[in-house]
Each structure stands twice: as structure tokens, then as C-alpha cells.
């Protein structure tokens, strides 16, 4: 059973940049089964996908974010790490890792809620 959990910072600064890791479980992350993916939920909207990293490295950023946008990973770890530069309050949301396989992203983590706010 593959299972995620986000990690990182609830408060962020605006102007900084948020960092949060995805740890995987239960299978590698070089699985070519999956792609792993960050997407939010902001208050009120629908869920946004952010980016995801294939099992060789490939990376895709959602267009409007990509310039702020970094998705990495620690095969040595297991994890899925995502950069977000600039933040904002508009970036306030819930994040969520997922992996995305033959049938649709099945995995999600639990989120992790984000604020940004001085």
C-alpha cells in the first residue's frame, strides 16, 4: 500500500519561499508506476495542481506557477520536495502530494495546511 505524508512550515512569510517534503512509503519513488504530483486547495476553490516529477526526473509545472515553481527529489530519502517562491497570501491553501498511476491518483497524503501571513 503506498502511502504519502507532507511535512513543512504552516506559516510562511509572504515574499519567502515555502518548502515542503513529501515522504513516500511503499513503494520507491523511481517506481515507473506512479508520477508524484503537488496540488492545493485554496479556501473556497477547486483543487489546483501545482506540478509532478516522474520516476526519471522529468519535471511539469502548471504554466502560471512555473516561474516560482521547483519539484525535487532525495531518492536516498524516499521524498518528493516542493519549492514555492514568492508566496503570497493568495497561496494560503492546503497542499497535498499524490501519486498518479494507471488508473488516476489513487495515493494522496493527508495535506498540510499552509497560511501565508506576517
Known amino acids: 500500500q503506498v502511502q504519502l505524508q507532507e511535512s513543512g512550515p504552516g506559516l510562511v512569510n509572504p515574499s519567502q519561499t515555502l518548502s515542503l517534503t513529501c515522504t513516500v512509503s511503499?513503494?520507491?519513488?523511481?517506481?515507473?508506476?506512479?508520477?508524484w504530483s503537488w496540488i492545493r486547495q485554496s479556501p473556497g476553490k477547486g483543487l489546483e495542481w501545482i506540478g509532478y516529477?516522474?520516476?526519471?526526473?522529468?519535471?511539469w509545472y502548471m504554466p502560471s506557477l512555473e516561474s516560482r515553481t521547483s519539484i525535487d527529489r532525495d531518492t536516498s530519502k524516499n521524498q518528493i520536495t516542493l519549492h514555492l517562491g514568492s508566496m503570497t497570501p493568495e497561496d494560503t491553501a492546503v497542499y497535498y502530494c499524490?501519486?498518479?498511476?494507471?488508473?488516476?491518483?489513487?495515493?494522496w497524503g493527508q495535506g498540510t495546511q499552509v497560511t501565508v501571513s506576517s
Open positions: 499524490a501519486g498518479e498511476g494507471d488508473h488516476g491518483f489513487d495515493s
Open positions: 516529477i516522474t520516476f526519471n526526473g522529468i519535471r
Open positions: 511503499g513503494t520507491s519513488i523511481l517506481t515507473k508506476d506512479y508520477y
